[in-house]
C-alpha cells in the first residue's frame, strides 16, 4: 500500500499541520518578544546615554563652547549602539555618524541657579535595527533550532508509535481480509493482528473481524447448500416454463386461428341477417316495426365492422399481418378518403383540406392497403368526432439521403379534443374517451388501436396531442421511407387503373381443381391478349409449366395429387421453371405471406374469392403493360356510385332481363353465393359495375343494388 | 516758580515709578572670596567690585531695578543678543555686536595683556610672533581683544591654532600655568595684579594684548528704545557729577 495512505502517515499529517502550525506561532511570538525586548533594551541604552550626556551637552551649549560639544558628540558615538548623534543648540550644531532608522530625541536643559531652566536645544542619538537584529541573532537561532529539533522528536516518536499500534495491525489485518478465502478457510482460522493483551478498538476489530470470518463461513456453507437446491428448483422451474411456453404459444395459434374462423365463419349468417333486414325495410311500413328494424340494421353493421376490427386486431397480434411495401401514391389515398367521406362531411359543413408538400415524390414504397386503413381510421375518427371547422391532412416530406425520405402525415381536426389524461388510453383496444356518447359516436375503441399497430409494424410512430374543446391533431411520422423507383412509379400511378386490356401478350396458368373458379378465371381473359391455359390438378400445373413455360402462374394451394405448395416448391427448385411468377391463390386467411414466399418460393398471394383489381394488380408487377395516358381517376367507393350511375344505367340496360332477374332473386333471398356467381357473369361485359356491386354487397347496400337493377 | 518745579519733578517721578525698568545684568562667575576687585560676591549673595559700583551707579541714577546673572562671557554675548539679558558689563566695542546691542559709555578703559611664567622667555613684539611659539596660549571664550586681534583670528588659522578658550573667570588658569599646562594666557591686566602675588612664579609679559575703552552693552532686544534714552540721560549726568570718576578713584586705592 501507498505509505501515503496508511492511516498512520494520515494522523501524522494530521496532528503535525496542527503542531507545525501551533509551533510557528509559538516560534513566531517568541521571536517577536525577542525583538521588542532587544529594542526596549537599545532604547533603554540609549536613555542611559542620554542620562550620561545631557548634562555635559547643556553646558557645553551653555557655554557655547563648540569643541566641547563635539567632544562629547564624540564620546556618545563612541559607543556601539549609537550610529550618530545630532546636537543642535541656537547657535552650535553638531552632526557626527550616520543617521539611522532609530532615533532618540530629547530636550537639552540647562539649569543654574542665576537663569533657571532653560531649554538650550536638542539632541538626537541615531541607532539601528541591524543592532537588533545583531543581538537577537542568536537566540532566533536557538528558537528555531528547538522548533525543529522538538518537531522533529515528535515526528519520530508519532510515526513510531502509530506504526506499531495502528498501522501494522490494521496492515495485518487488511492483509488477512484480502487474502481470505471462504472456500478455503476453515472455523478454527483466527488472525492475529499482534497487539495481545491490550485491549482497544484494534483488538475489539480484530475480534469482530475473526466473529465474522466464522459467520461468513457458516452461511457459506449454508449458501452452498441452498444454491444447490436451487439448481435444481430452477431447472425444473425452466422445463416447466418451457412446456407451459409452448403451451401458450399453441394456445395462441389456436386463439387467433379460432378468432380468425369464427370471425369467417360469423359473416355469412351476419350476412343473413344484414340483408334480410334490408329487404323487411321496402315490406314495413309501421314505423315502430321501421324503427327496430332500423336497429337491428345499425346494431348488425357495427357488429360486423367490429368483427373486421378484431380480425384485423389478432392478426396484428398473432404477427399475421405483414407490410407488403409497393410503389403508393399517397395523393391519391388521401383523395380517396376524402371522397370516401365528403358526404358526412357536407353534411356536417366541414371543410377537407390537404396541404400536401409539393416536392412529395409521385410514388413511395409503403403498405398502401394498411396505410389506406389508417388515413381512413384517422380521418373517420375526425370526421366524427368535430362538429364545426375544418379537418386538415398535412403530408411534410423530409429527403435526408438519396433514396429515402421521412414522412410526416398529420390529421388535425377542431373538434371535440381529447383530455390530456386520455391521450394515452385511447391507443388501448376498446377505450374511448370516458363518459362519451355512444349512441352518438358508437365504435368499438379499436380503430386506433389497429393504426397505432400497423404503423409501428411499418417501423413509425403513431402520436396525439390536443387540447379539449378545440381540437385534436394525430401524427403519423414514418423514417426512411424507400422512393419507389421512376417506372414503378408509373405503376403506382396506373395501378387503382390498371385493367386487364391494358396487357401485353402472355401466357398465365391457372392452377385451381374446382371447375367454376378455373372457368371464372378463364372467362376474365378471353377477350385479352392474355392466353390462360388451366390445370385441374397439380400433377397437370406441373406438366403444362414444364412444357408451355408461361409467363404466370396462379396457383390454387388445395389441390388433389399434388398440393400448390408442392408444385410451385418443384417449379422453383427446376432451372427452367424457377423464374416464372407464381402467385398463390389461398382461402385461408391465416396464410403467412412470409412464409408462402420464403418456404416454397411463391411470388404473391391473393386471397380467396379472388377481387379482380387486386388480381390485376398483382399480375402487373410481373407481366408488362402498354403505357396508357389516361388521366388517374379516383376509386373512392362513394364517388363511383354517384359519377358512375349515368354509365351504370347504360351498362344495366344492356344486361339480359334473366340476369338481373335472377340477381333480384338472390338479393331477396340474400343467397350471398348466388350474389356472387351472378356477379362474376358480368364480369368480363363490365368488371366495373361488376367490381361496384360487389362492394355494395359487401357493405350490405342491397337497396341500391336493388336501385340499379331498376334501369 | 517753586511750586511748578515741584509739580514737575512729582511728575517725572511719577512717570519713571510708573515706567518700570528691570535690568538683568550679566557678571562675571566668581565665588565668594575670590580676589577678583572687578566683580565681588558676598556672603548674602550681594555684589559690589568696580564694575558692579560703575553699573550700580548708572542704573540707580536712571532709577532702573537690577539683578545680577553670573554666566560665561560668550552665553552672555548670546542671550544680550537674544534678549535673555539686558545688560553686559566691559562691553569691547566692535562692528558685530553693534548689530544686537546699544553702547554706552564708556565706563571704563581695560588692558589686556598676557601672563607667562616668569621662566619662559618668548619674543613677543607683534601677534604675528606667537605662531612661532610652540606652546598654547589661551584667552575667555567669546573676548574681543581689539581689531587687530580679532582680525587675524579670522583670517589666519594658523594664529587661531595657538589659543584656546576658556570660560570666563576661571582662576584656574594661574594654576595651570604655574604647572605648565599651557604657555600663557590672556587677562584684564587689573585683576592680574593680586593674583599674582598667590603665584611668583608667573610674570606679566611685557606685550600688551590690547588697551581700549569699555562699555555697557544694552540689548537691543529687551530694552526698549524709552530705556536707552534714560540710560543715556543718566550716564550723562553722572559724567557731570563726576561720580564714575570718584568711584574708579576708590577703587585704585584698594589695588
Ligand atoms: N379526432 C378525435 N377527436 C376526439 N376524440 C377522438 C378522436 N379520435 C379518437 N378519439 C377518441 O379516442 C377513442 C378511440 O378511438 P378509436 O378510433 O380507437 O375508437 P372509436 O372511433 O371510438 O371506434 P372505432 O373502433 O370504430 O374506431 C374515441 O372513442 C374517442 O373517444
Ligand atoms: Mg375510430
Known amino acids: 500500500m501507498n505509505v501515503r495512505r496508511t492511516l498512520g502517515f494520515q494522523l501524522l499529517v494530521a496532528v503535525f499541520s496542527v503542531y507545525i502550525f501551533v509551533t ?39 557655554e557655547l563652547s563648540e569643541e566641547q560639544t563635539q567632544r562629547i558628540a564624540r564620546g556618545i558615538i563612541y559607543f556601539n549602539i549609537a550610529t550618530g548623534v545630532q546636537i543642535e543648540g541656537k547657535r552650535i550644531k553638531v552632526q557626527l555618524g550616520e543617521k539611522g532608522d532609530i532615533q532618540h530625541k530629547f530636550e537639552i536643559i540647562y539649569t543654574a541657579e ?14 539601528t535595527r541591524k543592532l537588533i537584529f545583531d543581538r537577537v541573532k542568536y537566540s532566533y537561532i536557538s528558537i528555531v533550532v528547538n522548533a525543529v529539533l522538538k518537531t522533529f522528536l515528535l515526528w519520530v516518536i508519532v510515526l513510531l508509535i502509530s506504526h506499531r499500534l495502528i498501522t501494522l495491525p490494521l496492515r495485518k489485518l487488511t492483509h488477512e481480509s484480502q487474502t481470505l478465502d471462504l472456500e478455503k478457510v476453515d472455523r478454527s482460522k483466527k488472525v492475529n493482528i499482534g497487539l495481545d493483551r491490550r485491549e482497544n478498538e484494534l483488538t475489539l476489530l480484530e475480534s469482530s473481524f475473526n466473529n465474522m470470518v466464522q459467520k461468513l463461513v457458516k452461511s457459506r456453507s449454508e449458501l452452498d447448500r441452498v444454491n444447490q437446491n436451487l439448481e435444481i428448483k430452477v431447472k425444473e422451474r425452466t422445463e416447466e416454463l418451457k412446456l407451459a411456453k409452448e403451451k401458450a404459444e399453441i394456445a395462441n395459434h389456436a386463439k387467433s386461428e379460432f378468432i380468425a374462423n369464427m370471425s369467417h365463419e360469423l359473416r355469412a349468417p351476419m350476412n343473413a341477417v344484414l340483408g334480410f333486414a334490408q329487404l323487411l325495410d321496402t315490406l314495413v311500413t309501421d314505423s315502430q316495426q321501421k324503427r327496430y328494424l332500423h336497429s337491428i340494421q345499425t346494431g348488425g353493421k357495427s357488429l360486423l365492422t367490429l368483427m373486421n376490427d378484431i380480425l384485423d386486431l389478432s392478426k396484428i397480434e398473432s404477427g399475421k399481418i405483414h407490410i407488403q411495401r409497393q410503389p403508393t401514391h399517397l395523393h391519391n389515398l388521401v383523395e380517396d378518403a376524402s371522397n370516401i367521406f365528403s358526404l358526412k362531411l357536407s353534411q356536417k359543413h366541414l371543410k377537407f383540406i390537404q396541404e400536401i408538400d409539393e416536392n412529395l415524390f409521385p410514388a413511395l414504397m409503403l403498405d398502401p392497403v394498411r396505410i389506406r386503413q ?14 364545426e371547422g375544418h379537418i386538415k391532412v398535412t403530408i411534410k416530406q423530409k429527403q435526408k439521403e438519396e433514396s429515402v425520405v421521412d414522412l410526416i402525415i398529420v390529421i388535425k381536426d377542431t373538434g371535440i379534443g381529447i383530455p390530456e389524461k386520455e391521450q394515452k388510453k385511447i391507443f388501448e383496444s376498446f377505450y374511448q374517451q370516458a363518459g362519451q356518447d355512444f349512441n352518438k359516436y358508437g365504435g368499438s375503441g379499436l380503430g386506433l388501436t389497429i393504426s397505432k399497430r400497423l404503423i409501428e409494424q411499418m417501423d413509425g410512430v403513431l402520436s396525439v396531442t390536443s387540447e379539449v374543446g378545440k381540437g385534436s391533431v394525430f401524427k403519423i411520422a414514418l423514417n426512411q421511407v424507400a422512393i419507389a423507383p421512376l417506372e414503378e412509379a408509373d405503376v403506382a400511378e396506373k395501378n387503382p387503373l390498371v385493367k386487364k386490356e391494358f396487357f401485353k401478350p402472355a401466357t398465365i396458368l391457372i392452377a385451381d381443381d374446382v371447375e367454376s373458379n378455373r372457368e371464372l378465371l378463364a372467362e376474365v381473359f378471353k377477350d385479352t391478349e392474355i392466353n390462360a391455359m388451366v390445370a385441374a390438378n397439380g400433377q397437370d400445373a406441373l406438366l403444362f409449366a414444364e412444357e408451355h413455360l408461361p409467363d404466370l402462374i396462379l396457383m390454387d394451394l388445395k389441390m388433389p395429387i399434388v398440393n400448390g405448395y408442392e408444385v410451385t416448391r418443384l417449379l422453383k427448385s427446376n432451372n427452367n421453371t424457377k423464374h416464372i411468377p407464381i402467385i398463390a391463390l389461398s382461402s385461408s386467411i391465416t396464410e403467412n405471406e412470409e412464409e408462402l414466399h420464403k418456404k416454397y418460393g411463391f411470388d404473391g398471394s391473393l386471397p380467396k374469392p379472388v377481387s379482380f383489381t387486386n388480381l390485376f394488380l398483382i399480375m402487373s408487377q410481373f407481366l408488362a403493360i402498354e403505357t396508357i395516358t389516361e388521366k388517374p381517376k379516383s376509386f373512392g367507393l362513394e364517388e363511383q356510385s354517384t359519377q358512375s350511375v349515368p354509365l351504370i344505367a347504360e351498362v344495366v340496360r344492356d344486361l339480359p332481363k334473366e340476369w338481373k332477374e335472377n340477381m333480384k332473386q338472390a338479393i331477396n333471398r ?9 356477379i362474376n357473369q358480368i364480369q368480363e361485359q363490365d368488371a366495373q359495375l361488376a367490381e361496384t356491386i360487389k362492394m355494395k354487397v359487401d357493405n350490405f347496400e342491397y337497396q341500391d343494388i336493388l336501385a340499379i337493377l331498376q334501369f | 516758580m517753586k511750586q511748578l518745579l515741584m509739580f514737575l519733578l512729582t511728575c517725572f517721578v511719577f512717570h519713571s515709578a510708573y515706567a518700570i525698568c528691570k535690568i538683568k545684568v550679566r557678571t562675571a562667575k566668581v565665588s565668594v572670596g575670590e580676589n577678583s576687585l572687578k566683580y565681588i560676591i558676598h556672603d548674602d549673595g550681594s555684589w559690589s567690585g568696580l564694575t558692579i559700583d560703575l553699573t550700580k551707579a548708572l542704573l540707580e541714577e536712571a532709577g532702573c531695578q537690577y539683578t545680577f546673572h553670573p554666566m560665561p562671557w560668550k552665553r552672555a554675548l548670546a542671550d544680550l543678543e537674544d534678549g535673555h539679558i539686558d545688560m553686559m558689563m566691559n562691553f569691547s566695542f566692535n562692528k558685530d555686536r553693534e548689530k544686537f546691542a546699544y553702547y554706552i559709555g564708556p565706563m571704563d578703559e581695560e588692558k589686556m595683556i598676557l601672563i607667562v611664567q616668569k621662566k619662559s622667555n618668548y619674543q613677543i613684539n607683534s601677534l604675528e610672533d606667537f605662531k612661532k611659539i610652540p606652546v598654547k596660549f589661551s584667552f575667555e571664550r567669546g573676548a574681543y581683544l581689539g581689531k587687530v586681534f580679532d582680525n587675524k583670528l579670522k583670517t589666519d588659522p594658523e594664529f587661531k591654532k595657538k589659543f584656546s578658550q576658556f570660560s570666563g573667570g576661571d582662576i584656574t588658569n594661574y594654576e595651570r600655568l604655574a604647572l605648565g599646562r599651557m604657555g600663557g594666557f590672556i587677562a584684564d591686566k587689573y585683576e592680574v595684579a593680586i593674583h599674582l602675588k598667590k603665584f611668583p612664579q608667573l610674570i606679566v609679559h611685557p606685550f600688551t594684548i590690547n588697551h581700549d575703552w569699555v562699555y555697557w552693552g544694552i540689548s537691543r532686544k529687551s530694552v526698549s528704545a524709552e530705556t536707552i534714552l534714560k540710560l543715556y540721560q543718566a550716564y550723562i549726568r553722572l559724567k557731570d557729577k563726576k561720580s564714575l570718576e570718584q568711584i574708579v578713584h576708590q577703587y585704585a586705592k584698594l589695588q
Open chain 1, 374 to 387: 389508417v388515413l381512413l381510421n384517422l380521418i373517420g375518427n375526425a370526421v366524427k368526432f368535430t362538429e
Open chain 1, 24 to 62: 510557528m506561532i509559538t516560534t513566531i511570538t517568541q521571536m517577536y518578544i525577542e525583538w521588542t525586548n532587544a529594542e526596549d533594551e537599545i532604547k533603554n541604552d540609549l536613555i542611559s546615554l542620554q542620562n550620561s550626556f545631557e548634562s555635559g551637552i547643556a553646558l557645553a551649549l551653555w
Open chain 1, 670 to 678: 340474400v343467397d350471398v353465393k348466388q350474389i356472387n356467381l351472378l
Open chain 1, 114 to 127: 542665576e537663569v533657571g531652566q532653560r531649554s538650550l536645544g536638542f539632541a538626537i542619538i541615531y541607532s
